[in-house]
């Protein structure tokens, strides 16, 4: 009997996600290779078989990818003449190829007087005018990419309660949708195997809270104190990720936003 050997798997950049992606997949015993522009200096404590030079802009650098490699897409997809070139030289039918966008990519009409706001589907308008939604969508109906709309990102060191003592938020009725960057890698390693070619996913914790309730918490639990509250027209979105629990099947390691935070700060305090 042939035995069946996996294709490579390659995360193509090394930003915070990217990294964790790494670790779970080499945790599961595969072997991820991580790009860089500059990998000798950004992944020295990768593995150096597992480190691979790679620049969207340099096509010098796209021969380093591997020969009928799966990848894993995490920054974004931009500029669009780049990525339609880089494409060409791929041979899409034998990959599998998973793009991380934004749930930013949905249309949102801000003179909407409806609140809360209803809930945003695959189904829901995107911005078309947006560089990087070109971009992945020509991955996704030209390469048959399956493309991760990715709420706000979370996790150890990159905590939503520094983001309220520093400023950067304040209480307001906005919603905002999270996804801890545990569950977010896990999701992707879990869209190439089951993900469906061409398909979009709403990559989100499934509940969204308004930064008046997180502001609220954050002093109650752990004293954090926000700034004064800011006018904001915005209701934000509400982002359902229905299908990737029925279709992927996932199942949340982070599913409260609050004992997540409460053990980053167990992490992050140490």
């Known amino acids: ?68 490699a799966d990848f894993i897409w995490c920054f974004p997809a931009t500029p669009l003449e780049q990525v339609q070139a880089f494409a060409r030289t791929l041979d899409t039918t034998a990959r599998r190829i998973v793009v991380l966008g934004s749930t930013s990519a949905y249309e949102v009409t801000d003179q909407s007087n409806e609140y809360p706001p209803p809930w945003i589907d695959e189904s829901a308008p995107i911005d078309l005018t947006k560089p990087r939604v070109q971009g992945e969508e020509f991955l996704r109906t030209n390469c048959g990419a399956t493309v991760l709309r990715v709420a706000g990102i979370y996790g150890p060191g990159r905590n939503p309660l520094d983001w309220i003592r520093q400023g950067r938020v304040s209480p307001s009725r906005k919603y905002v949708n999270l996804i801890h960057v545990e569950d977010l890698a896990a999701i992707c390693l879990a869209a190439i195997e089951k993900g469906k ?41 509400r982002i359902s990720n229905a299908k990737l629990r029925t279709e992927l099947g996932y199942v949340l390691k982070h599913p409260d936003l609050y004992e997540a935070l409460a053990l980053i700060e167990s992490l992050d305090r140490v």
């Open 197 to 237: 070619p061409g398909e979009a996913y709403n990559i989100s914790d499934g509940a969204p809270h308004t930064w008046d309730e997180i502001c609220a918490t954050a002093q109650q639990r752990w004293s954090v104190t926000a700034t004064a509250s800011k006018e904001d027209r915005f209701t934000g979105k």
């Open 1 to 68: 009997m042939t035995q069946h050997i996996p294709s490579p798997l390659v995360v193509l950049g090394s930003g915070y996600t990217g990294r964790i992606v790494h670790s779970i997949g080499a945790s599961q015993g595969k072997a991820v290779h991580v790009t860089s522009r500059s990998p000798l200096n950004n992944l020295a404590d990768i593995p150096s078989e597992y480190r691979l030079r790679f620049d969207l802009e340099q096509p010098s650098t796209w021969p380093n990818i591997p020969a009928g």
